[in-house]
């Protein structure tokens, strides 16, 4: 197939754990990532979530507002290393926010929903089983783009790089400047999750694609490859 142009809308792919038991549960207690509507179902229930990062951290803030008590569980042996201080602080200060480091779930129970969790301690070897209202998973997307040609460039974690992004990367050649959400590749747009950048929202992702189509008709025109 030929096309004047290319929109790149790919998404990502959350990164996924291989623990005993979880798959048969996921969507029945244990989810990756966690949407708001899914808070108020936690009420009163012990909730756990895995994960490090500002995602983890903004998430543990909103759950202990409905859950009885919220726990972080943490492979590594500190949050400074991967939060922001600001919601360390913001952590620190609720009571029903516990934090676990050096843990992790060793296996997941419960017949149709989620019932308990193995965590495991890495430091002292030990195993210990605990009700769960539900599992929760921040641990991060891949972008699936290992496909695109080697023109399109991308970080290391494979986002592709548009608009100032393509010029900072020294991977700009044409004579004009790339479009906002213009990639490498003249013509070769990307918008959503797959694009490098800090918002990972539907709503940003949606609006960018709406950006996109208007980005390919003035790139089409600039060329004069249609009439105005």
């Not at 694609?209 to 009439?227: D, K, N, P, T």
């Amino acid at each position: 197939m030929r096309a004047l142009s290319v929109i790149l809308a790919t998404g990502v792919s959350w990164r996924r754990l291989v623990i005993a038991g979880f798959e048969p549960l996921i969507g029945k207690g244990i989810y990756y990532g966690a949407a708001r509507s899914e808070a108020a179902a936690t009420h009163g229930q012990d909730v756990y979530l895995i994960g490090a990062g500002n995602s983890a951290g903004q998430a543990a803030m909103y759950f202990a507002n409905h859950a009885r008590r919220v726990t972080l569980l943490v492979r590594g042996d500190s949050l400074e290393k991967s939060m922001s201080r600001y919601l360390i602080e913001q952590i620190e200060g609720k009571s029903n926010i516990a934090v676990r480091l050096n843990s992790e779930v060793h296996a997941a129970h419960g017949q149709g929903h989620l019932e308990a969790i193995d965590i495991a301690d890495r430091r002292d070897k030990t195993v210990a089983r605990h009700a769960c209202g539900g599992l929760f998973v921040f641990i991060g997307a891949d972008a699936d783009t290992g496909w695109l040609p080697e023109q399109v460039a991308r970080d290391k974690n494979g986002y592709v790089l548009t608009g100032d992004e393509v010029t900072k990367a020294s991977r700009w050649s044409h004579t004009r400047d790339p479009f906002l959400l213009e990639s490498s590749v003249p013509g070769v747009f990307a918008c959503g999750d797959v694009r490098l950048g800090p918002i990972k929202r539907v709503a940003a992702a949606v609006g960018e694609g709406s950006m996109a189509i208007a980005f390919v008709h003035q790139y089409m025109v600039r060329e004069g490859l249609v009439r105005r």
